[in-house]
């Protein structure tokens, strides 16, 4: 006869195989605690089905599928967002375009801005938020992944977001915006780290772009000027050797106030450019 752990027993056995820190998350998200509940309960039993889930859990945590994924939410920035395979894993190195992109805010009724490859909407819906002055337009190829980012448009509860589907501004002609962020596929097809840790799990379609990782930057920086008011700013996150070339694209296409910002590694991670008509 099987015989249900306690809170304790079911932490220890479950160090045996994962980290502690991913085993105590799994079990909080079982039981719908916080971690002082774990502490302060520690002798509490578990039921048989709480125990065969947290095995369950444990089991699929061993062979790397992504905490993110296993309890269906990520925190980023300040709110905490609904993810599924069907969209990456928010990152906090891509919580320096927002920083960035909210210190270019203006408190401006009209201001537009415009997240391309959205996801779950992680980058839009943290702007729209901490800004609820200015409108936001955030658009994806993938149908699976707008559904995601229009359940956390409810979760979060914005109400000056517009989620559609595009394929990059495929669906946006004439559309304007005084500002367009992106973090967008940059990895190399053939990167090893592909086959690590939880880029294993988390959507090709999201992470990987032609050989060199940089075709939809490409795309992006060559189309973003017919989208963006005088004036206006492209940023976007990129791979942590790709800084030199996203700029050079930029000052190609004829963006000026080039710029590449490191993240807290000290790895520059976000370039971006003013769109300025003189200079295109």
């Given amino acids: 006869m099987h015989v249900a752990p306690t809170i304790a027993e079911a932490l220890q056995r479950a160090c045996q195989e994962i980290d502690h820190i991913d085993a105590r998350i799994l079990l909080q998200d079982i039981l719908n605690v916080n971690h002082a509940f774990l502490l302060t309960h520690s002798s509490q039993v578990l039921s048989s089905a709480q125990d065969r889930i947290f ?5 699929r945590r061993v062979n790397g599928e992504p905490i993110a994924y296993l309890i269906g939410e990520c925190d980023f920035y300040d709110l905490t967002f609904i993810v599924t395979p069907d969209v990456l894993i928010p990152r906090p190195e891509t919580e320096l375009l927002v920083e960035l992109a909210l210190k270019r ?30 409108n936001v337009v955030a658009v994806d190829f993938s149908v699976a992944a707008i559904s995601v980012a229009r359940k956390n448009v409810g979760n979060i509860q914005v109400n000056n977001v ?15 915006f005084d500002l367009i962020v992106s973090n967008p596929p940059y990895v190399g097809e053939n990167d090893p780290h592909l086959k690590q840790g939880d880029l294993r799990f988390e959507p090709k379609m999201a992470l990987t772009a ?3 990782g940089l075709a939809c930057i490409r795309n992006i920086v060559a ?32 963006f000026t106030e080039t710029f590449s910002h490191p993240d807290l590694a000290g790895i520059m991670r976000v370039s971006g450019g003013q769109y300025n008509s003189s200079s295109l």
């Fill in 105 to 134: 805010i203006s408190a401006n009724n009209n201001y537009r801005v415009l997240d391309l490859g959205t996801g779950c909407g992680a980058i839009a819906l943290t702007l729209a938020k901490h800004c609820p002055q200015i």
């Fill in 55 to 59: 095995c369950q859990l444990v089991a």
């Fill in 162 to 176: 517009c989620i559609a589907t595009s394929n990059w501004f495929s669906e946006l002609s004439g559309e304007k």
């Fill in 223 to 254: 189309a973003a000027s017919g989208h963006l008011v005088i004036g206006g700013w492209l940023m976007l996150e990129h791979g942590y050797d790709q800084a030199s070339a996203c700029r050079g694209l930029l000052e190609a296409a004829g």
């Fill in 210 to 212: 032609d050989t060199d």
